[in-house]
């Protein structure tokens, strides 16, 4: 089998890439969905920044879809605590996510998608080049640190990325695109900051990272191919419709993460 890697040691930081076997036909009810363009998604590379709640819903979905390459990059392990939500099984505990995570969806692809994983946090893997030349990137972390030094590398990689999030209560998250030219995080919330982190042990339960996965997921189309899009930043609450939405954001001037004499940063 193509994944017959599995009882392997993980390799330390090192990537691994395997390729999965497509399937004729599986594809098939994609044509016709407006704007749907299979050429360009089959010969897309996605790259995942993080491999827990939010990127577990939107890889499978990239599997299936029949994405050309996935990279997935994250240095966190799997935990007990992370099975409630995150598309891992009992098995995994222990290995490296973006492992893991490599495992899990090679069975679930439709096309030969190449997957790679990387076993370093972003920043590291960054420095060493490995993430290569991605189309688009999503960034599924759970800390500002990480999200605002992605967002100043994929800047300055001229990479359009995708940004999601969920709330702390699992009400509510956002998806925003930040287009090679458009906003950042802290474009639209000015009070990021890369010295926020998570609790350990925050609440966290799977509806709300679908929900946002699946606004990921399409907004990763819109930003492939024609699939309409009158937005850059949605927002949806499981319980208060009254804060859904969606809107044309505009890029700050004065953005403490984007602004003009920070546009050559690059990761030290
Ligand atoms: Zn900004």
């Known amino acids: ?6 009882n392997r040691a993980s390799t330390g930081s090192a990537p691994r890439t395997w390729r999965a076997e497509g399937i004729p036909g599986a594809l098939a009810r994609h044509a016709g969905v407006p704007g749907f363009d299979q050429a360009r998604l089959s010969a897309a590379h996605v790259l995942c920044v993080g491999a827990g709640g939010l990127i577990g819903h939107v890889a499978p979905a990239l599997a299936r879809k029949g994405v050309g390459a996935l990279t997935i990059i994250d240095d966190d392990d799997v935990e007990p605590s992370n099975l409630n939500r995150q598309f891992f099984h009992a098995a995994d505990v222990g290995r490296n996510k973006a492992e893991a995570l490599a495992g899990r969806l ?6 030969a998608t190449r997957i790679t994983a990387v076993p370093a946090a972003f920043e590291a893997a960054a420095r060493g080049l490995v993430v290569g030349r991605a189309d688009v990137a999503v960034v599924g ?24 999030a969920v709330s702390a209560d699992a009400d509510h998250g956002y998806v925003l695109v930040q287009a090679p030219d458009g906003p950042c995080p802290a474009c639209l919330m000015p009070d990021v900051s890369a010295g926020t982190r998570p609790c350990p042990g925050t609440p966290a339960v799977i509806d709300i990272l679908q929900a946002i996965g699946a606004l990921a997921t399409y907004a990763i189309d819109a930003c492939l191919m024609a699939r309409a899009t009158s937005w850059n930043y949605r927002r949806f609450s499981l319980n208060r419709p009254a804060e859904d939405g ?14 003009a004499d920070l546009e050559h940063y690059q990761i030290a």
């Not at 089998?1 to 599995?6: E, G, K, R, V």
């Not at 999200?147 to 999601?164: D, E, G, N």
């Open 141 to 164: 972390v759970d800390n500002d640190a990480a999200r605002l030094a992605a967002s100043r590398f994929f800047r300055a990689a001229t990479t359009p990325v995708v940004f999601c």
């Open 106 to 111: 090679l069975p679930i692809c439709t096309a």
């Open 246 to 259: 969606a809107a044309a954001i505009p890029r700050r001037p004065a953005c403490p993460n984007c602004g």
């Open 1 to 6: 089998m193509a994944w017959s890697w599995w």
